[in-house]
């Protein structure tokens, strides 16, 4: 998997040509790391392969709606007008973090603090070296750096982007009113990379950088990471337990299409950057086999996949949320609007 990811390998059917049973998706690489271990374990079951394109999610949204394969994923999830105009359901897969990921000389992972407030001045360039008072503050006993910093960001249209400008709009004022939340921004500063497995590599490569990365990105390409204070003040460290916390107290019915944001909840070990995934399908789709084939592979993942999730700090979702959703897929329909699951 560290393979697949370094290398920036854009699909998981990655040798010979598709088959003509494959479930066909594209979108987020956000989740890439755990669609791949579901679909390899899928397949072993089934025989039955998977198609999925890692290619940010602003292209899985243009790819459903260009109904060139049978699911599109996101991790910016669309709003309820969108998915009308668009004859779209929306769903939610798994949840996971997003982390700050640095790569500086003597530092190790969880070693370096930041608050989100800190996070916004560094990404919009007016914290500029990594020694800045305002870091030394909140990190005694580090030996930060003279050294410039390298801001890494999504080049590509990025649920991934979403989910850490929404979370910078929400802790800082200045950056809601000089940048806003969306899937590609004008960045004042920094480097792109493409896909979560760019910015990864750019990481990696380049001395002094910060990058955002979703969790299982930064452990498996063995990137240190800094903590980030979340909404009752304290550090947690990212892992599934505080994904899980950050997700115990939402409201899943809130918003259309189980479009909910997870970030900034309050929970002493809630981590604050924290977000769900979402699939969209059409409702009523030109060919309704494979949009079927595609809820019989989500189905099995949510009944058999859990372990897998969270044996790469993905949170599961709960059981309840899984039932919503299954009642859900009874408006996708063939036809002769007949449901097909």
Request: proline share 6%; no cysteine.
């Amino acid at each position: 998997m560290r393979k697949i990811l370094i290398l920036a390998a854009a699909s998981i059917g990655l040798s010979g040509a598709v088959q003509a049973a494959d479930i066909t998706g594209a979108g987020a690489t956000f989740p890439f790391p755990i669609y791949a271990k579901w679909a390899e374990a899928y397949k072993k079951e089934t025989n039955i392969g998977l198609n999925y394109q890692s290619i940010g999610s602003g292209g899985g949204i243009r790819q459903i709606k260009a109904k060139t394969v049978a699911f599109g994923a996101t991790d910016a999830p669309l709003k309820g007008e969108e998915l009308t105009k668009e004859g779209l359901i929306q769903f939610p897969t798994v949840m996971g973090g997003v982390v700050p990921a640095i790569n500086v000389a003597g530092i190790e992972a969880g070693k370096l603090k930041l608050t989100g407030q800190l996070i916004a001045e560094i990404y919009l360039g007016d914290i500029k070296k990594w020694n800045d008072p305002k870091i030394a503050a909140l990190n005694a006993g580090v030996t930060l750096p003279d050294a410039s910093i390298n801001p890494v960001y999504r080049s590509d249209g990025s649920g991934t982007t979403f989910v850490w400008t929404d979370y910078l709009s929400r802790v800082s004022p200045d950056w809601k009113t000089k940048i806003g939340a969306n899937q590609s921004v004008q960045w004042p500063v920094g480097i792109g990379g493409k896909g979560n497995e760019g910015v990864s590599a750019s990481v990696k490569q380049v001395a002094n950088s910060i990058g955002y990365v979703e969790y299982a990105y930064a452990k498996q390409n063995k990137l240190s990471f800094a903590l980030v204070q979340n909404a009752d003040g304290n550090y947690p460290a990212p892992d599934d337990k505080a994904f899980q916390a950050a997700a115990a107290n939402a409201n899943w019915n809130e918003a259309p299409g189980f479009g909910i944001s997870l970030n900034n909840q309050k929970g002493a070990q809630a981590w604050p950057i924290t977000s769900a995934t979402f699939i969209l399908i059409h409702a009523k789709p030109e060919k309704p086999e494979e949009a079927q084939a595609a809820l019989k592979f989500f189905d099995w993942a949510y009944k058999s996949g859990d372990e897998l999730a969270t044996g790469i700090d993905y949170v599961p979702l709960p059981g309840k949320v899984k039932d919503m959703v299954r009642a859900a897929w009874k408006g996708v329909v063939d036809n002769s609007g007949k449901p097909i699951f």
